[in-house]
Each structure stands twice: as structure tokens, then as C-alpha cells.
């Protein structure tokens, strides 16, 4: 009985190994990577830089932006809180057309109906990008970002191109932004010299424009630029207790009476 319970613990995790492996094949059969690649000044200061490299056609990632709201003006306020699928929609030698679905994820106040966190602008910096190319245009508008422009973002962000609500890569109009719970989906058509089987785009900024320091005397309206980078992922030892409670489960499933 003792040999049959144990072949088929082993079988079970067998089974699981070979699925895992399938997916993990799926997953990997084209790579690229999102990595840290320095330090940025941004607003505040100090924020780490990430590049996605190894990017090809219909690849798409996810990036974060968070800013920690327990340092803000007495820790009243939320964090902010903004996240982007960026999906890289076609590549030639020659032109890169890109989706970006961005979101502003920040928590509301319960009963602060006038808060306001909005971003305004999107930026990022693109190998191989030809800036004085008049075919870099926002080929599909979306609601709020509707305008594009070529330059740096605020706040020490080395950007090539971005997308924002009044043409400016250092302003943004608060009044038409992506406020908190929306979202909004622009398209970016860049002409340049691309490698189809290795682009690298980098530097992702977002400027956000709240309404945070009006409970600060003297203060006013307030303004952060801050850097995208990947999703927090499961520490690896989460991953492995996942993977011990789906062989359990499946030793589970294939018990029979004594």
C-alpha cells in the first residue's frame, strides 16, 4: 500500500513537472527582458530606470508606477498609484507602431470627492527612433492623450517621444488627464533604423499632477514624475509553496479508500 501511495505522489508530480515545463516552453519561446538600467532624479529624486530589450513584434509587457503616499503632506493622502500594457503592435526595419493602454490605479478617499491625482504625461525613449522624421505622430488618439511630442519629460526622465494632454513633454492639462480609476489607450507610429529582432525601448516617465499639497499652507497644487518598472513578482519561495499545493492537490485527487 505504502509503494502505491508513493508511485502515485510521483506520478502526480511527474505529471505536474511536465505541464509546468509545457507552460514555462510556451512562455520562453521568445524572451525579452525588463531590467534596471540606473538611477533617474525624478520627482522625488532617486527612482530607478528600467529598459524592456529583446522586444519583437506582437510582444507586450506591464509596467508599474507607484509612489508611496505615507510621506506625502502627513501621510493624508493615498498612494498614487498607475499601471500600462505596452504592446508592440508592428516592426519593420524602418517603422514601430505602438499600443499603450495606460491607467491611473490610484485608491480614491472615502468622502474626498475632491481629491484629484491625474496623469498628464507618458514618455519613453525608443532605440532607433528618427526625431526629426515627420512620420512620428500619435496615429490613434485616444480620449485624453491626444497629442504627442519629442524631448525629455520633467523631472531628469532621457525621453525621445511622448503623449500627453496639451503637446508638451513637461506640462500636461490636469483637466483632461487620465484621473483616478481611468484609463485611456493612444497608439504611437515612429519612423527610425529599428533591429526587428532586438528593439529596446527605456526610460519609462509618467508625470502626475494632484491636488495633495493644498492641505500644506503655502504648498498649492503638486507634481511628481515618476519611473515605470515590472510588476512586483512572487518571491520564489511563494513560488514554491504554489508548486507543493498543486502536487498536493493532485495526490489529493488521486487518493483512494484504504
Known sequence: MRH????????????????VALVLAAATAHAYTISP??????TPGGQTLYEATGLVQDDFFELDWTLDGSGLY????????GSAM?????????????????SNDTAALLGDPDLQAVITVFGMEI??????NAGNILSSAGSSFDTY?????????????????????????PQTGIGIGESDSFQLT???TFDTANLTLRNFGTKWQTNYGDIVEGEGNSSFQLSGGPPTIPEPATATLLGL??????????????
Not at 74 to 81: A, K, S, T, V, W
Not at 245 to 258: D, E, H, K
Open 4 to 19: 502505491r501511495i508513493l508511485r502515485s505522489l510521483l506520478l502526480s508530480a511527474r505529471g505536474l513537472g511536465v505541464a
Open 37 to 42: 538600467v540606473g538611477v533617474s532624479g525624478g
Open 74 to 81: 502627513g501621510g493624508l493622502y493615498p498612494d498614487l498609484d
Open 86 to 102: 505596452i504592446t508592440i503592435t508592428s516592426l519593420s526595419a524602418t517603422t514601430v507602431v505602438i499600443d499603450i493602454t495606460l
Open 127 to 132: 532605440d532607433g527612433v528618427d526625431l526629426g
Open 149 to 173: 511630442d519629442e524631448g525629455n519629460l520633467a523631472g531628469g526622465f532621457t525621453t525621445d517621444v511622448c503623449a500627453s494632454t496639451d503637446a508638451k513633454c513637461n506640462k500636461g492639462d
Open 190 to 192: 515612429l519612423q527610425g
Open 245 to 258: 499545493g498543486l502536487v498536493g492537490l493532485a495526490f489529493a485527487g488521486r487518493r483512494r479508500p484504504l
